[in-house]
């Protein structure tokens, strides 16, 4: 997952590919609560990790349930009838789909509670599911602004003596998931008389409430509705469950790559988007977004758990929706607008106000930043694409802290002006999908060339791994050391049982064309071998030393080197990364420092390992080898002609870091350049 302050993407061509979906946010938190108000064990597969399901797992952890956790299978021993832990203090984050249920079970179980959330949660309406649980004779107070969270539910004595004789109601026009919380949580209470609920006003996202309807009678409550404006729960409800369940993949995070394969995909069956862990047979109504994206052009087949998404009209055509069936995944539609001839206008989107932020607002205001015009008003949004290539514009997308804005403009990169796009806060995305840009960019189509690359040379003990690293990181980019790869390359021969000198210089070429390296927090990695002490010895320097001196090797390790130039970008380090590796790269930084210092930085890092040290030895050691490698015949060190020379003599990590940071964000076209 990116956790970077900004993720820049360069502006892609294609994307083709295969994706495994995480799970359904909503049928993820449903069915945890169902579990935990359940008698008996139940067993979760294919449950979506995600900072809501988080939440929900911290809070049923708290109230008392047992839940064992294996990647993504959950465990879970329901309450059963017993009473909740109390009194307890619930953090619920910004999930919806947490804060709504627990509030409506825990008021019916009994107890004292606390719910609270982050600080947009405490903007996100919640009076009318209070009201309705109030009308049934619940206690509950409101701690801050009434209306909203956070909740103080408070039965001291106990269970609270409910009037269950008259229907509830509660609003259907603001959220669906008030409706939700009540269905999910009056079972606890209808076991000897049925309990009725009534729909105030028009009920908006009927297919979720659908998707409750279904979960609840696998977990054996059947409840029946009279055309979506009364329900009723049946006397002798009583949860059981159902033993396993398993969790269908998110139809709302369908929709971004359906949208891909639309926009970005060719009409050859091998150019295609596969969708794996949802199909046309799903149970979530975002599924309904198919019919959506085939108005709009898409080609879309599937199976029952399988999705091919191919483009079929292009441009796109703008179409007029009611989106009320598919609110989540109407977000989408507003970025495929771009992408469309005329104007599409989304109605009757009015939830999208009381989501994670006011979407009308952020969609419109990021959709304009791109170029498109665009009109909103209290439920509806309209969307003008630009009216030509020249009228596209490269920008910084606020994301407001909600995952599907954040990856609903990951698509404004198919641009065809070709401009970068920036995503602001990306690890927000972390609430539905944590590895939604790994799995986007991993079907994305560029040429090697396009891929942007930062390289970092200069001399030993100059600093330049380390600052590398760090500029790689706040990049969110991949890291190539350079010099450690002769060095895996050595340790790898040796590994392999071959002796290091020309005889075998073959099959060690042949062997460090493939070699499985990667770089990751600090450590190197071979396959799934640390080998990151290994390869520092000072036996290991030598082979190193012995592996350069054979051509083959320089030559498979050079194209072993380009293999790092992956999406979004990389940052490089070495010797020759300017002027041999990258020379076409857009930064080139030589970062120096006196040899004294050089020699002074070796000596503290020595003597820190425990190792005996003589600080002139060092220095003489280091201006040695900078005459070496500066007079040698292959790649001799010096800067690129085009490179940055920056001595850090002076400097501390953070202040190098900072001046390529700079360079580089002076390089994109962005207005506003997101470093501080």
């Not at 891929?451 to 690293?469: E, Y």
Request: net charge negative; charged share 20%.
């Amino acid at each position: 997952m990116f956790t970077t302050a900004f993720l820049d993407l360069p502006a892609l061509d294609a994307a083709a590919g295969e994706v495994l979906l995480p799970g359904s946010k909503s049928i993820s938190n449903r069915v945890l609560l169902l579990s935990a108000l359940s008698l008996g064990t139940t067993t979760v597969y294919d449950l979506l990790e995600s900072d809501d399901t988080r939440v929900m797992l911290d809070g049923l952890r708290q109230i008392g349930c047992e839940v064992e956790e294996s990647g993504s299978t959950v465990r879970i021993t329901g309450l059963g009838g017993r009473k909740p832990v109390s009194p307890c203090s619930l953090f619920m984050g910004n999930a919806g789909t947490a804060m709504r249920p627990l509030t409506a079970a825990l008021a019916l179980l009994g107890g004292e509670f606390e719910l609270s959330g982050v600080p947009r949660m405490h903007e996100r309406p919640i009076g009318d599911l209070v009201d309705a649980l109030r009308q049934l004779g619940c206690h509950i107070d409101y701690l801050g602004n009434p209306g909203y969270p956070p909740l103080r539910i408070a039965h001291s004595h106990g269970v609270p003596a409910l009037a269950l004789n008259q229907p509830i109601q509660v609003r259907g026009d603001v959220s669906s998931q008030f409706l939700t919380a009540l269905l999910m949580a009056l079972p606890l209470v209808a076991t000897q008389t049925a309990v009725h609920i009534e729909v105030v006003g028009e009920l908006i996202s009927k297919p979720y409430i659908a998707i409750t309807l279904q979960l609840l009678a696998r977990f054996g409550i059947q409840v029946h509705h009279d055309n979506w404006q009364r329900f009723t729960i049946p006397a002798g409800s009583q949860y059981q469950s159902p033993g396993s369940i398993y969790v269908e993949a998110d139809a709302s995070s369908a929709s971004y790559f359906i949208a891909l394969g639309a926009i970005a995909s060719s009409a050859e069956a091998s150019n295609s988007i596969k969708i794996q862990g949802v199909g046309l047979d799903s149970i979530q109504g975002d599924i309904r977004f198919v019919e959506a994206a085939q108005a709009m052009g898409a080609k879309v087949t599937g199976g029952p758990n399988w999705l091919e998404v191919q483009r079929g009209a292009w441009p796109l055509k703008a179409i007029d929706l009611d989106c009320n069936h598919i609110p989540d995944a109407a977000m989408t539609l507003a970025v495929m607008a771009l992408y469309a001839t005329g104007t599409t206008t989304l109605r009757n989107i009015a939830s999208w106000r009381v989501k994670e932020t006011d979407r009308i607002a952020a969609m419109a205001n990021e959709l304009r930043k791109l170029g498109a015009t665009v009109q909103e008003g209290a439920d509806y949004i309209q969307i003008t694409p630009p009216a030509s290539t020249e009228h596209w514009k490269a920008a910084s997308i606020h994301t407001y802290d909600d995952h599907r804005v954040a990856m609903c403009f990951s698509l404004a990169t198919f641009n065809p002006a070709q401009l970068p796009v920036r995503i602001e806060d990306p690890k927000c995305v972390a609430k539905t999908f944590p590895d939604y840009f790994e799995a986007f960019l991993g079907t994305a189509v560029l040429p090697a060339q396009r891929i942007p690359v930062i390289c970092i040379d200069g001399p030993t003990a100059s600093g330049k791994g380390t600052v590398a690293a760090e500029v790689a990181k706040r990049l969110g980019y991949h890291f190539l050391d350079s010099g450690a790869m002769y060095r895996i390359t050595a340790y790898a021969s040796l590994q392999a049982g071959l002796v290091i000198d020309a005889s075998h210089e073959t099959a060690i070429a042949q062997l460090a064309k493939s070699l499985p390296v990667r770089f990751d927090g600090g450590r190197v990695y071979l396959g799934n071998e640390d080998v990151t002490d290994a390869i520092r010895t000072e036996e290991a320097g030598m082979n190193a030393s012995r592996v350069s001196a054979l051509p083959s090797v320089r030559t498979a390790l050079v194209d072993l080197q380009h293999g790092f130039q992956r999406l979004p970008g990389l940052v490089a380090d070495g010797r020759d990364m300017g002027t041999v590796i990258f020379p076409d790269a857009p930064l080139k930084v030589f970062l120096t420092a006196s040899a004294a210092c050089r020699a002074e930085r070796r000596y503290k890092q020595l003597i820190s390992k425990g190792f005996q040290a003589n600080i002139n030895d060092l220095r003489a050691d280091l201006e040695a080898r900078d005459a070496r490698d500066s007079s040698r015949s292959v790649a001799p060190l010096k800067p690129a002609q085009d490179a940055l020379v920056l001595d850090n003599s002076t400097l501390t990590i953070e202040q190098a870091v900072n001046q390529v940071m700079n360079w580089w964000l002076e390089r994109q076209p962005f207005a506003a350049p997101a470093q501080g």
